[in-house]
């Protein structure tokens, strides 16, 4: 548990620039809690291409917020040459690992098993979302509360395991 809360609270003290792929992204911004994120948080335009243009086509609310974040200013899209193939990975999980190395940022957030195990292989350090509302009640960026009802609100898209120990960090009941 320790070594769990001190990811938490380097993510949210030292780290600044964050990379999304389309599932991290979109379950943080159905969390509720995106906008407390106080760093660079960056996408590719492929994840852009995934989660705005395909989702509005869909009629996804998330795709109109993603949308509103980025002409905000709170998510810059960057042009990435995807230079990584591997293979069972995705066209965004692909462009974000590259925009991590082309741009040198801290962390990537994802919650997708296979890309999670191909982060882990490399070396490339990750967080999943719900990781993220806890470093965010950590640093006092959100109550516990607001964590807890974040986490509420991502319940069913999330890993039990992941959701049971981010509410266990939190000191909720389950």
């Not at 949210?12 to 999304?20: A, E, G, R």
């Not at 948080?41 to 989702?55: D, H, K, L, Q, T």
């Not at 066209?91 to 994802?110: H, P, R, T, W, Y």
């Amino acid at each position: 548990m320790e070594s769990f809360l001190y990811k938490f609270v380097h993510i949210c003290t030292l780290m600044s620039k964050i990379v999304f792929d389309t599932d991290g992204l979109i379950k943080l911004v159905r969390s509720g809690i995106f906008q407390q994120i106080r760093h660079d948080c960056i996408i590719s335009e492929r994840v852009y291409e995934e989660a705005v243009v395909a989702g509005k086509k869909r009629l996804y609310g998330d795709a109109y917020q993603i949308e509103r974040f980025i002409h905000e200013g709170k998510i810059q899209v960057r042009k990435v040459r995807v230079k990584t193939a591997i293979p069972g990975l995705g066209k965004g999980e692909l462009s974000a690992m590259d925009c991590f190395k082309q741009i040198n940022a801290d962390v990537i957030v994802s919650d997708d098993r296979k890309f999670l195990s191909v982060l882990e292989e490399k070396g490339i350090p990750f967080v999943v979302p719900t990781e993220c509302i806890v470093a965010l009640v950590a640093a006092k960026k959100i109550q516990e509360k607001e964590g807890l009802e974040a986490l509420e609100n991502i319940k069913e898209f999330v890993s039990k395991e992941n959701y049971e120990r981010a509410v266990e960090a939190l000191g909720g009941k389950l």
